[in-house]
Nanobody, 122 residues
Framework: QVQLVESGGGLVQAGGSLRLSCAASGSIFAINGMGWYRQAPGKQRELVAIMTSGAASYEDSVKGRFTISRDNAKNTVFLQMHSLKPEDTAVYYC?????????????????WGRGTQVTVSS
């Protein structure tokens, strides 16, 4: 099917920046939306940013600090994070939906990456 692999997480001080990447691979026919979610300890997974048909939307707390972008030719999505805060600490998951092909037929997919840890120290 389709696999997503994230990279770019790490430890950064408050006010710093990180750039996350997520590459999709497999028998991809088309990708509709690609986005980023995060889950902090003891909290539910929440949407951070998503890009569909060239339009981006963001969770309120990251607006003006995070930017999502896509390289459609490489089936890759990025999340540039600036002015990081300790409350941004979480595991960040990549998400994508679209269609994959198998045996000359197309099927829908919804895929998740395994996550990458982002830790912001105060």
């Amino acid at each position: 099917q389709v696999q997503l692999v994230e990279s770019g997480g790490g430890l950064v001080q408050a006010g710093g920046s990180l750039r996350l990447s997520c590459a999709a691979s497999g028998s991809i026919f088309a990708i509709n939306g690609m986005g980023w979610y995060r889950q902090a300890p003891g909290k539910q997974r929440e949407l951070v940013a998503i890009m569909t048909s060239g339009a981006a939307s963001y969770e309120d707390s990251v607006k003006g600090r995070f930017t999502i972008s896509r390289d459609n030719a490489k089936n890759t999505v990025f999340l540039q994070m600036h002015s990081l805060k300790p409350e941004d600490t979480a595991v960040y998951y990549c998400n994508a939906d679209g269609q994959y092909y198998r045996d000359s037929r197309r099927y829908p997919f919804l895929a998740w990456g395994r996550g990458t840890q982002v830790t912001v120290s105060s």
